[in-house]
């Protein structure tokens, strides 16, 4: 059984950092992507962010892009969010996900089978 385990989310002040980190478990993972989306209240869930099985290239929703970053670490079967400059506009519950396929369309949020179950990310003003 897959199981994802969202860890790190948190109240920061604007401006602030906050590391996520996911930690999958019920099969080897080294080969599927991986990603992070957000949903905040009363929103639809976004992508923020999506990883190659092998780590060699990343993608980032341009809401984010230069102030968070994506990485992975196969052998520990972790993928980590890195998150800087917060803003009030990221809160939400973060989730990570896996898409168990080698092709790599990490922005499609149908394109991942296996999700986390969240963990907030507050950010004051």
């Known amino acids: 059984q897959v199981q994802l385990v969202e860890s790190g989310g948190g109240l920061v002040q604007a401006g602030g950092s906050l590391r996520l980190s996911c930690v999958a478990s019920?099969?080897?993972?080294?080969?599927?992507?991986m990603g992070w989306f957000r949903q905040a209240p009363g929103k639809e869930r976004e992508f923020v962010a999506g990883?190659?099985?092998?780590?060699?290239?990343?993608n980032y929703a341009d809401s984010v892009e230069g102030r968070f970053t994506i990485s992975r670490d196969n052998a520990k079967n972790t993928v980590n969010l890195q998150m800087n400059s917060l803003k009030p506009e990221d809160t939400a519950v973060y989730y990570c996900a896996v898409a168990p396929t080698t092709w790599y369309t990490p922005d499609i949020e149908t394109y991942y089978t296996w999700w986390g179950q969240g963990t907030q990310v507050t950010v004051s003003s």
């Open positions: 019920g099969r080897t993972f080294s080969t599927y992507a």
């Open positions: 990883i190659r099985g092998s780590g060699s290239s990343a």
